[in-house]
Structure formats: structure tokens, C-alpha cells
């Protein structure tokens, strides 16, 4: 199985900045990316997703950039808050509809007030 | 309308047991995911059922773990003869017909004394 075993990274940002989490993705054929938050206790939650179409797309406070070239995908979240404190995972999916979406090992986003 | 619910949300058996653990996905999603996620890891995939497809079991880490889904709609992942190091969450997800964007359910926690 795709095991992801690995105890997460952890990125400790202050209050106010901008956090910057990143992403490397293995699957050149991989066409749409998919970036979740996951709060302590429940499921995964949809934050931004990007198609290979696309370099940047832009949410609320919340930006996804993909660089195909190097295979890589970050997460920008401006004004870091408290509550963006969470495990962010990055997904990716095959062209086709019955490729499986795969995820990321994530990372732990540390917000100090 | 109503999220992907899962039931129970905690479940403590003794080794040797066997436990069923149930997802009821959004009405009228084609696709279904089962992950595993240790306390403190990523997301390892378990199964993945789309539509009337044979499912992907490429997931399932031994022959104790199945799933079944019945209808196109709810499904039950079942552990026979649990061993500790099977204690983890397991998370259901769904997703509309062929589209990328998974749905969470809060998960089930487990715990094998």
C-alpha cells in the first residue's frame, strides 16, 4: 500500500506572517492538486485545489502555486492566525476519471500567538 | 445537506476480535475512499470503490482487512482478528461522480488492547 508512516514536519510561524508550506509530488502525469487542512480530531477539510493548467491560483488569505517542472507545490497563507494552526496535506491526482487522488505525508503548521 | 458520517466514533476491542466499521458517504457520491492514520502521521490509503468498478484494494496492509460496498452507497470496512498495531483512525471520504475533491468524515478512532 501508499504507506505514509513518517512523523510530520513541522513549520513554526508567528502570528501575523505569511506561512509558506511546500509540497513535492512524484507523478508527472498528475493533472489536478488538491491542498486540505486537518484540525486536531477531525476529518481533513478542502482548503484550494489547482489544475496543471495553471501556475498560481488565489483563495481567501490562501494562495496554491505549481511548478511542474521541478515536480512542486506550495501553500501560501497570508496573515498566519491562530486558527490556521492545523496538519495541511497535499493531494494529487491522474488525468482520467478513475486515478485515485494521493496524498502528501503533510505538515504540521505551528502558529505562535 | 448531511456530510459523510461514520460510525462508531470509537471503538476499543480485544486483540484477536474482529471489528466492522460503517460510512454512510454524501447521497449521490460515486466514489469512496478508506484511509488509516496513525496518531501524529499522514494519510495511508486503504481502498478505493468507484461506481460499479471493481474497487482498488492496493491499499489493504494484509488479508484481515476487506470492504464492501453495498448499493453504491454505504460501506463497511471490516478488520478480522485485530492486533494492536491496527489502533488508529480510519477515515471515509467521498466524492461526486469522476470529480477530485473528497468529502471527510470525522473517522473512527480505534484503539486494540
Known amino acids: 500500500g501508499e504507506s505514509v508512516g513518517l512523523h510530520l514536519p513541522t513549520l513554526s510561524v508567528q502570528e501575523g506572517d505569511n506561512s509558506i508550506i511546500n509540497c513535492a509530488y512524484s507523478?508527472?502525469?498528475?493533472?489536478?492538486f488538491i491542498w486540505y487542512k486537518q484540525e486536531s480530531g477531525k476529518g481533513p477539510q478542502f482548503i484550494i485545489d489547482?489544475?496543471?493548467?495553471?501556475d498560481k491560483r488565489q483563495g481567501q488569505r490562501v494562495t496554491v502555486l505549481l511548478n511542474k517542472t521541478v515536480k512542486h507545490l506550495s501553500l501560501q497563507i497570508a496573515a498566519t492566525q491562530p486558527g490556521d494552526s492545523a496538519v495541511y496535506f497535499c493531494?494529487?491526482?491522474?488525468?482520467?476519471?478513475?486515478?485515485?487522488?494521493?496524498f502528501g505525508t503533510g505538515t504540521k503548521l505551528q502558529v505562535i500567538p | 445537506g448531511a456530510g459523510v458520517s461514520q460510525s462508531p466514533s470509537n471503538k476499543v476491542t480485544e486483540k484477536g476480535k474482529d471489528v466492522e466499521l460503517r460510512c454512510d458517504p454524501i447521497?449521490?457520491?460515486?466514489?469512496l475512499y478508506w484511509y488509516r492514520q496513525s496518531l501524529g502521521q499522514g494519510l495511508e490509503f486503504l481502498i478505493y470503490?468507484?461506481?460499479?468498478?471493481?474497487?482498488?484494494k492496493s491499499g489493504l496492509p494484509s488479508d484481515r482487512f476487506s470492504a464492501e460496498r453495498t448499493g453504491g452507497s454505504v460501506s463497511t470496512l471490516t478488520i478480522q482478528r485485530t492486533q494492536q498495531e491496527d489502533s488508529a483512525v480510519y477515515l471515509c471520504?467521498?466524492?461526486?461522480?469522476?470529480?477530485?475533491?473528497?468529502?471527510f468524515g470525522p473517522g473512527t478512532r480505534l484503539l486494540v488492547l
Open positions: 471520504a467521498s466524492s461526486p461522480n469522476y470529480a477530485e475533491t473528497q468529502y
Open positions: 507523478n508527472s502525469a498528475s493533472d489536478y
Open positions: 489547482i489544475r496543471s493548467n495553471m
Open positions: 493531494a494529487e491526482k491522474g488525468a482520467g476519471g478513475y486515478q485515485k487522488v494521493t
Open positions: 447521497s449521490g457520491h460515486t466514489a
Open positions: 470503490f468507484q461506481g460499479n468498478s471493481a474497487p482498488d
